[in-house]
C-alpha cells in the first residue's frame, strides 16, 4: 500500500488526469516484475517493466495535454 500511495503521489505530481488510477497501475507492474524475476527468473523483468512504466506514464500524460 505505501509503494501505491508513493506511485499515486508522483502521478499527481506529474499532472496526471487519473493519478489514482496510474499510481495503482504502476504498483500491479512492480508487482509482475518482482514475481517475474524471482518466480520465473525473468533477468529482464526490471527492464521490461521499465519500459511498461513509461508507456503508462507517456499515455496518462498525453490524456492530460489532451484534457487542456
Known amino acids: 500500500q505505501h509503494v ?3 506511485l ?28 517475474a524475476r524471482h518466480l520465473g527468473g525473468d533477468a529482464e523483468a526490471a527492464r521490461t517493466a521499465r519500459h511498461m512504466a513509461e508507456t503508462l506514464v507517456d ?3 498525453t490524456r ?4 487542456r
Open 4 to 6: 501505491e500511495q508513493a
Open 8 to 35: 499515486v503521489a508522483l502521478g499527481r505530481e506529474a499532472g496526471a488526469p487519473a493519478p489514482d488510477e496510474l499510481g495503482r497501475q504502476l504498483c500491479m507492474v512492480v508487482a509482475a516484475a518482482i514475481s
Open 59 to 61: 499515455v496518462a500524460l
Open 64 to 67: 492530460r495535454a489532451k484534457v
